[in-house]
């Protein structure tokens, strides 16, 4: 790995995933690499303040898994060391989805089914051991310092969570913005006389409750993890999957203000009206570890920063801060990961970092899941937003696509392989898929 340590210090805005993955690219070319959180950042997986969504289910894409491969060497088998079951993210998971289960065989894609508090802390162990790494916890950062007029960040302002501390300045010749979907940078930039990014956004009023379950290793017949997508005609959403630790996490979501009730019975009778029954069975007799908890995901944001004409050297946004995904399809901290390796490329092949250059390239990683998100959340009715016709078409032939994938694992793969982001979503239309999902679909052997 080469490490020149030329570039002077760079500072992260954020120490969740997102934060982590730029400190380890980072690391590679700055002699000093600060990582700022305003929390207290635990020394092993424990849930925190910053990032209440760890305790709702964290699927890590097949690409996203290879992603952190490439970011941390050996990271998969380090997780399972640690007790998260692997497996096959076709042959090991029930996949559910437009009302069909997708015929189990093996994909060659890899499922690591780990808790969110267990990658984020296995991750962070991986930065706090790299050279030239701080974390700098408990530490809010409230503004940017700048010079030649706001048109350079030269670092940052920090308020220490201590009683009585005042804020601090930390220069740095690079800024990351990682603080996620509540990320101030807009509003930052705009008292620095530039433009706030335009925002794109899909509403979806979407309510997750999750509760973790002592339940039997073959709860679910050997297989790690049942994944039930809502369809139009039955909004509601599950995933039960089995964690480190013999635990399985079920998280249950509703869209349009369909809230998955809080309650023991309400929780019980919202998972038994899942279109599947096998997520039900499971959990039925199960024994719950935790009271059920809830989460509200109003809608996705994508922030353009790509579009802006004018912005300051020295400063990038990252992760959530960038693009806030619908998190029904697992896709944030795949796209984190991915942008990451976008700045070791440039890193790597650039003396000077060129903000806009490397904010369309983000923005490339981010075009396809923020499109296939968008068009499954279209698809269901009453999420408002322009329907176009060749949405529409795409989505039922998607819908084809896994009813005949109910018979050909070939189908199966090749749709893991896109929702997993390892392929575009163009491979879905290749000639010799297509032609084997209407030759099954239309030959009446539907699922
Ligand atoms: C309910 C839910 C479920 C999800 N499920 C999945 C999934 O299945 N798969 C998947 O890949 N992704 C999922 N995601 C998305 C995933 O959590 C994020 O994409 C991922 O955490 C990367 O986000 P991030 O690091 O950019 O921001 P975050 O995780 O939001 O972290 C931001 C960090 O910045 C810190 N911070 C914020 N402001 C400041 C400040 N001013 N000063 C100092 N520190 C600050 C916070 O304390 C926090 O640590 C889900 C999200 C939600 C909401």
């Known amino acids: 790995m080469t490490r020149d340590g030329n570039r002077g210090r760079a500072i ?51 690409r996203g898994q290879q992603a952190l491969e490439a970011l941390f060497p050996g990271v998969t088998a380090e997780l399972a060391a640690r007790g ?46 790299l050279r030239g790494v701080t974390l700098a916890p408990a530490s809010d950062v409230v503004g940017l310092t700048t010079a030649r007029g706001g048109e350079r960040i030269t670092g940052v302002r920090v308020l220490r969570r201590s009683d009585g501390s005042a804020a601090e300045v930390h220069e740095a010749d690079l800024v990351i913005d990682a603080a996620g979907r509540g990320s101030r940078a807009p509003a930052w930039l705009e008292t620095l006389g530039h433009k706030r990014p335009d925002e794109d956004r899909v509403k979806m ?32 959403a599950g995933v039960l999957a089995r964690l480190e630790g013999d635990q399985w996490l079920l998280t ?98 650039h003396g000077a970092l060129p903000a806009r250059r490397i904010l369309r390239h983000f923005a490339r990683v981010v075009d396809a899941p923020w499109e296939m998100a968008r068009g499954a959340d279209l698809a269901l009715p009453g999420v408002p937003g322009r329907r176009s016709w060749s949405q529409r078409l795409i989505g039922s032939y998607i819908a084809r696509l896994h009813a005949a994938a109910v018979h050909d694992a070939r189908l199966g793969t090749a749709f893991v392989r896109v929702s997993g982001l390892v392929d575009g979503p163009a491979a879905l239309l290749r000639p010799r898929v297509a032609l084997r999902v209407l030759s099954i679909t239309g030959t009446g052997r539907r699922g």
């Open 205 to 236: 009023d979407l309510h997750y409750t999750s509760r973790r379950y002592r339940l039997a290793p073959d709860a679910l017949g050997g297989s790690l993890a049942s994944v039930q997508a809502a369809t139009p005609s039955h909004p509601r």
């Open 84 to 129: 998260a079951p692997t497996g096959d993210m076709l042959g090991d998971a029930r996949l559910h989805f437009s009302g069909h289960r997708l015929r189990q065989a093996t994909s060659g894609m890899v499922l690591v089914s780990a808790s969110r508090i267990l990658l984020e802390d296995e991750v962070r162990r991986r930065v706090r051991e």
């Open 252 to 349: 249950l979501a509703g869209v349009l203000g369909d809230r998955p009730p809080t309650d023991p019975d309400g929780f019980l009778a919202f998972a038994r009206s899942l279109s599947f029954s096998d997520i039900y069975e499971a959990i039925r007799h199960g024994e719950p570890l935790d009271d059920p908890s809830a989460f509200r995901f109003p809608e996705a944001v994508r922030r353009r920063y790509e579009r802006l004409g004018r912005l300051p050297d020295g400063f990038l946004p990252l992760g959530d801060s960038l693009c806030s995904f619908n998190p029904i399809y697992g896709q944030g901290m795949t796209v984190a990961a991915l942008q990451a390796l976008v700045l070791q490329r440039h890193l790597r092949s």
């Open 12 to 62: 992260v805005i954020g120490g969740s995933m997102a934060g982590l993955f730029a400190a380890r690219v980072l690391a590679d070319s700055y002699a000093e690499v600060m990582v700022i959180d305003r929390d207290r950042l635990p020394e092993s997986p424990e849930h925190r303040r910053g990032v209440p969504q760890a305790r709702h289910a964290h699927a890590l894409l097949a």
